[in-house]
Each structure stands twice: as C-alpha cells, then as structure tokens.
C-alpha cells in the first residue's frame, strides 16, 4: 500500500530554517510527481510547491517562491521541502502528496495520496 512518512517539523522563530522530509513506500516513487500542502486555520489548504517525477521541473506559490526549495532523491525514494527565512505565517500542517502523473503544471496539482502530515510553528 502507498505509505507517506513525514518528518522534521517544529518550533522556530521568525527567519529560522527547517528541513521537511517524507519517505515514500508502495509505489514507483521515481514515476510520480510529488507535492507539499500546508493547510492553517482560516486559509484552508494551499499547494505550495510541486517536483515532477526526474526533479527537474518545480513549481512554487508565490507564498514560498525564494524561500522553500522542493527537492527528491529518487534512490532514497524520499521528497524534501526546505524552508528558509520562516515568517509566522508559514504556521500550518505541513503534507507531502502523491500527483496522479509524472509532470506538474503551473495551475493544477492532482493528488491520490497524503502523508499523516507534520506541524510547523514559527512564532517567538
């Protein structure tokens, strides 16, 4: 069965950096696109960067652009989001996600499959 297990979530305060990980099983992780959704009170869920299956295609939100990089290592078969200068509007629940396809576009992030999701709290 597809398994998503992510990892490194916190506490940190403003312009801190944190390193999300997500170890992907039951699936041919290097054939899959894969995204990280945040969701917080009262924003719902935002699609804030996508990597398509060979990693050499990204997308992010403007929310994160400059900031998070999206990274995979397909022999590891594990997705990375790391997250620099962290303001307190980055708080959610973090999830890496399975798309439905190998590529990504710029408006449309298809998913079949969420991780248990990891809490990030940036605040001082």
């Known amino acids: 069965q597809v398994q998503l297990v992510e990892s490194g979530g916190g506490l940190v305060e403003p312009g801190g950096s944190l390193r999300l990980s997500c170890a992907a099983s039951g699936f041919t992780f290097s054939g899959y696109a894969m995204s990280w959704v945040r969701q917080s009170p009262g924003k719902g869920f935002e699609w804030i960067s996508d990597i398509n299956s060979g990693g050499d295609s990204t997308y992010y939100a403007d929310s994160v652009k400059g900031r998070f990089t999206i990274s995979r290592d397909n022999a590891k078969n594990t997705l990375y989001l790391q997250m620099n200068s962290l303001k307190p509007e980055d708080t959610a629940e973090y999830y890496c996600?399975?798309?439905?396809?190998?590529?990504?576009?710029?408006?449309?992030?298809?998913?079949?499959?969420w991780g248990q999701g990891t809490q990030v709290t940036v605040s001082s």
């Open positions: 996600a399975k798309q439905l396809s190998w590529s990504i576009t710029t408006h449309y992030h298809p998913t079949d499959y």
